[in-house]
T-cell receptor, first 113, second 110 residues
Framework: DTGVSQDPRHKITKRGQNVTFRCDPI?????LYWYRQTLGQGPEFLTY????????KSRLLSDRFSAERPKGSFSTLEIQRTEQGDSAMYLC???????????FGNGTRLTVT | GIQVEQSPPDLILQEGANSTLRCNFS?????LQWFHQNPWGQLINLFY???GTKQNGRLSATTVATERYSLLYISSSQTTDSGVYFC????????????FGTGTLLAVQP
C-alpha cells in the first residue's frame, strides 16, 4: 500500500493559464474524490468517480474545471483560464466500495498570481 | 443545509496534557471520520467511527449517533499531535462523500 499520490506538490501559475494535476489512488480503491481546501477551512467536495465514471460534481466545479479518470486508475483535474480565486490546496482521496474510510494524498498547492 | 460543527476552534496544551475535541452534526449520518492535518498539509485518517468507541494508542473516539455528536480524546499529548483535527460526516447516498467541519487547531507546547 503506497498511499494516494499527487503530482505536483506545488504549482505557481499566472492568471489565465491552464493547469493540470494528477492523482494516483491506492491500487485496489475504485472510488476517487477531489476536494479543495482554502486557508482556515475544511476540505470541500468537488467531484467523485467510481471506476472511470464521474458520478457527482459539486456546484463549486465551474465550467473551467474538468476531471477525468480514463481507465479507472489515475485521475486528472484540469483548470482552464485560472483565476486568483482558484488558489487553494487541491486534495485527492480514494476509498474502497461502500461506506469506507477515505485516504487522502498530500495535495497540490496551487498559487495563481 | 447539512452542517458539521467543531469545538473548540483553537486549543493550546502543554505536553502531557489530555484534551477532548467535539464534533456536532446536523442530521443522521452514515459514517463519521476523524482526520489529523499535519503542518505540511497531509490529512491522515484517524478513525472511521459511525457509532460506538474506538481506541488507537493515545487517541480514542466516541460517536453517539442518536445524539448527533462525536468526541475525539487525546491523552498524554505530544508536540507531534499539533495540527488541525477535522471531523467529517457522510450523510449517505451512493458517493460516500464527506462533509468536513471547520476543524480544531491544536498546538502542543513542550
Amino acid at each position: 500500500d503506497t498511499g494516494v499520490s499527487q503530482d505536483p506538490r506545488h504549482k505557481i501559475t499566472k492568471r489565465g493559464q491552464n493547469v493540470t494535476f494528477r492523482c494516483d489512488p491506492i491500487s485496489e480503491h475504485n472510488r476517487l474524490y477531489w476536494y479543495r481546501q482554502t486557508l482556515g477551512q475544511g476540505p470541500e467536495f468537488l467531484t467523485y468517480f467510481q471506476n472511470e465514471a464521474q458520478l457527482e460534481k459539486s456546484r463549486l466545479l465551474s465550467d473551467r474545471f474538468s476531471a477525468e479518470r480514463p481507465k479507472g486508475s489515475f485521475s486528472t483535474l484540469e483548470i482552464q483560464r485560472t483565476e486568483q480565486g482558484d488558489s487553494a490546496m487541491y486534495l485527492c482521496a480514494s476509498s474502497l466500495p461502500g461506506s469506507s474510510p477515505l485516504h487522502f494524498g498530500n495535495g497540490t498547492r496551487l498559487t495563481v498570481t | 443545509g447539512i452542517q458539521v460543527e467543531q469545538s473548540p476552534p483553537d486549543l493550546i496544551l502543554q505536553e502531557g496534557a489530555n484534551s477532548t475535541l467535539r464534533c456536532n452534526f446536523s442530521d443522521s449520518v452514515n459514517n463519521l471520520q476523524w482526520f489529523h492535518q499535519n503542518p505540511w498539509g497531509q490529512l491522515i485518517n484517524l478513525f472511521y467511527i459511525p457509532s460506538g468507541t474506538k481506541q488507537n494508542g493515545r487517541l480514542s473516539a466516541t460517536t453517539v449517533a442518536t445524539e448527533r455528536y462525536s468526541l475525539l480524546y487525546i491523552s498524554s499529548s505530544q508536540t507531534t499531535d499539533s495540527g488541525v483535527y477535522f471531523c467529517a460526516a457522510n450523510y449517505g447516498g451512493a458517493t460516500n462523500k464527506l462533509i468536513f467541519g471547520t476543524g480544531t487547531l491544536l498546538a502542543v507546547q513542550p
